[in-house]
């Protein structure tokens, strides 16, 4: 594909995600600092596509050739990090949802007085 043309595409998608995230932040469906990120992500992304000579600075702080390398590092590593964070919630879930249905098996085992059950 033609630098230019990435040049071109990689901002417009940016902003349909950030438009898009704006909306659910303004139904108060996003949080603020999720929305903050996101928009810093894309326009970090922005800044990236236009500017890749940039990106060898951040190369030579982790002493890799090329800034592409870099930058591609450190995505492998943050969505390593999310696959984690997401780990966690998911077993935190899971052990929540197995104590609530443990509660409502008791609460339904157990007689009510004034059921009208009378023996």
């Known amino acids: ?20 995230a704006f909306v659910k932040w303004r139904r108060r469906e996003l949080p603020t600092g999720l929305f903050a990120g996101w928009t810093l992500l894309w326009l970090a992304i922005a800044l990236v596509v236009q500017l890749p000579q940039k990106t060898d600075v951040i190369a ?43 509660e409502i098996a008791l609460l339904k085992d157990t007689p009510r007085l004034g059921s009208g059950n009378k023996e």
Request: no cysteine; aromatic share 6%; charged share 15%.
């Open 60 to 102: 030579q702080l982790f002493g890799i050739g090329r800034g592409v390398d870099a930058l591609m590092f450190l995505a492998v590593l943050a969505l390593i990090l999310l696959v984690f964070r997401l780990y966690l919630r998911v077993e935190r879930q899971e052990r929540e949802i197995t104590t609530l249905v443990r």
């Open 1 to 20: 594909m033609n630098l230019l043309l990435v040049k071109i595409i990689v901002p417009i998608i940016g902003l349909l995600a950030v438009a898009g």
